[in-house]
């Protein structure tokens, strides 16, 4: 995983109208906490943040008014619900060696068994414990000849080497459902509606 350095300063400003002035800068405000530490208050810049955060699980390294250098991954991103601008961001501190549990997005490949099929994903991300330098971007999984009733499993998802399932091994990532059975519902219905006119 790859580490991206981000240049932060320490802010001093609170409330709505604070933000308002950050993010008109084109930055913004963040809080960087963990390992018992106070929270600290941080102004972010805007762009490189945007970029960062495009990688799920990030590994951020911060020089923070050029004095201190921390490791953070990105915990909670605000997002604007129309424009889609970065509102405010959470950042958890982390240190070289340590585990963190996260969530890692989970992928799928492959052609299902013929008979229009769909595919569910009951999760879209499946909690992980890894070592903070090393957290896998995401895992892919084969769906090749899946058939309606079949489901994967987290335990039957390979893991890269050091991270570990933060779910039960039983817990169902992705099964596959029969598309018919909508459709006869729907023939049902159908039917019912016809012997209703009669």
């Known amino acids: 995983m790859s580490e991206v350095k981000i240049a932060a300063e320490t802010r001093t400003e609170f409330g709505k109208g604070a933000a308002r002035r950050i993010r008109r800068d084109n930055k913004v405000p963040g809080v960087l906490y ?6 600290l208050h941080l102004t972010l810049p805007g762009h490189e943040l945007l970029l960062a955060l495009r990688t799920p699980n990030v590994l951020i390294a911060l020089d923070i008014d050029g004095k201190t250098n921390e490791l953070a991954i990105p915990k909670a991103v605000q997002r604007d619900p129309l424009k889609g601008f970065l509102e405010h961001v959470d950042l958890q501190l982390v240190k070289r060696g ?23 994903h009951v999760l879209n991300a499946l909690p992980v414990e890894a070592e903070a330098t090393h957290i896998p971007e995401s895992v892919t999984v084969s769906v090749e000849g ?11 998802i390979e893991l890269p080497k050091g991270t570990k399932l933060a779910v039960e091994d039983d817990t169902v990532v992705l099964q596959v459902l029969a598309a018919q059975a909508e459709e006869a519902a729907e023939g049902a219905e159908a039917e019912g509606e016809d012997v209703a006119e009669a």
């Open 34 to 39: 963990g390992h018992g530490s106070d929270p």
């Open 146 to 156: 899946l058939a309606a009733g079949d489901s994967i499993l987290a335990k039957d």
């Open 98 to 120: 340590e585990t963190v549990t996260v969530e890692i997005p989970v992928h799928a490949e492959g052609e299902l068994a013929p008979g229009g099929n769909l595919l569910e």
